[in-house]
C-alpha cells in the first residue's frame, strides 16, 4: 500500500511539471529531441528518489535543479564533441540566452504523437492509414489490393482515423479553441 502511494505520488507530481520542464529544457538546448531524452531521463532520476521523495522540501526547485544539471552535462559532452563554450557551473548555463524557436503551428507539433499513437493501432487500422493518407495511395486502389468496395474501404479508412483522433486527443493531451481548431497539446 505504502509503495502504492508513492508511485501515485510520483505520478502526480511528474503530471504537475512534465511541461514546464519540457518547454524550459527545449529553450535552453532548442533541440526537441535532445530536450525529450533528457526529460525522460529527469523521469527516471525522480523515480530512483523515489524513497527520499518525502525528504524534498520544495519538489518543483529539486525537478529544475535536476534539469538545469542535465543541460550543463549535455553542454559539457558537446563541447568536448565540438569544441563549444565550456561549461562548469549552474551560472554558466543561466547565463546562456535562451535560443528562440520558430514558432509551429500547434497542429504541426503533432507528427511525433501521431505516428506513436499510429503504431498503438491495431494493424488493419494502422495499415490502411498509412497506406492512403500517408503514402498517397487513392482508396480505390487500396480497395482493389484488399478485396474490399470502395464504400467499405472508405468506412474502413474514416473508422481507423476516427480511432487515431480519439487516441491522439487522449494520450497527448490535445486542447481545442472554441473554433474547434488545435491550439496545443502535451508531447508524450
Excluded at 25 to 42: F, I, M, R, T, V
Excluded at 153 to 168: F, N, S, Y
Aim: net charge positive; aromatic share 6%.
Amino acid at each position: 500500500m505504502y509503495q502504492t502511494d508513492k508511485n501515485t505520488a510520483i505520478s502526480e507530481i511528474w503530471l504537475q511539471y512534465e511541461a514546464e520542464l519540457l518547454a524550459f529544457l527545449q529553450s535552453k538546448l532548442n533541440n526537441y529531441d535532445e530536450a525529450e531524452d533528457l526529460l525522460q531521463e529527469l523521469f527516471f532520476r525522480l523515480m530512483d528518489q523515489k524513497k527520499d521523495l518525502w525528504e524534498i522540501k520544495n519538489t518543483r526547485a529539486w525537478l529544475f535543479r535536476v534539469a538545469r544539471n542535465k543541460v550543463i552535462d549535455a553542454y559539457r559532452s558537446r563541447s568536448k564533441i565540438n569544441g563549444l563554450q565550456k561549461i562548469t557551473t549552474t551560472e554558466d548555463i543561466d547565463a546562456l540566452p535562451e535560443k528562440k524557436q520558430q514558432p509551429e503551428e500547434p497542429v504541426a507539433q503533432l507528427d511525433r504523437c501521431l505516428l506513436r499513437n499510429l503504431e498503438e493501432l491495431p494493424p488493419a487500422d494502422a495499415q490502411i492509414i498509412e497506406q492512403c493518407d500517408l503514402n498517397g495511395m487513392k482508396q480505390a486502389e487500396f480497395a482493389r489490393q484488399n478485396n474490399l468496395t470502395l464504400p467499405a474501404a472508405k468506412a474502413r479508412l474514416l473508422r481507423a482515423r476516427k480511432k487515431l483522433r480519439a487516441a491522439i486527443i487522449k494520450n497527448c493531451q490535445v486542447q481545442f479553441d472554441t473554433s474547434g481548431k488545435v491550439c496545443g497539446h502535451i508531447p508524450r
